[in-house]
């Protein structure tokens, strides 16, 4: 994690500050089936690669000992959601995010 750390507000809206490849430290959430696979990769890849019509979400997270696993690691936990009404949770580094406007 950076030395600047950033504060990002549960509800805040996010896009990538730099986009490229989706980085190895960020996973998404079993949801059970519900989604594939090939949706996941594709919803996070086109997130970290820039794309502006992938909706991102900082997400609150209820289980203390979640939180605090994440926080030790840097991350934070986003919902991504693509026009069609995909929608999955991932993790990903602050520090490479930045509010959208």
């Given amino acids: 994690m950076s030395l600047i750390t950033k504060n990002l507000s549960v509800g805040t809206k996010v896009k990538v500050i ?6 190895e430290n960020s996973t998404w959430d079993d949801d059970g089936g519900r989604t594939s696979s ?3 990769k ?11 019509k992938i909706l991102a979400e900082v997400m609150y997270i209820a289980r203390e000992s979640e939180r605090e696993k994440l926080r030790r690691k840097g991350l934070i ?7 069609a009404g995909c929608m999955i949770n991932i ?3 602050p520090s490479t995010l930045a509010p959208a406007r």
């Fill in 18 to 23: 730099n986009p490229g490849d989706v980085p």
């Fill in 42 to 52: 594709r919803l996070q890849s086109q997130f970290f690669g820039g794309n502006s």
């Fill in 77 to 83: 936990k986003l919902r991504l959601r693509d026009p």
């Fill in 91 to 93: 993790t990903a580094d």
């Fill in 38 to 40: 090939m949706i996941k």
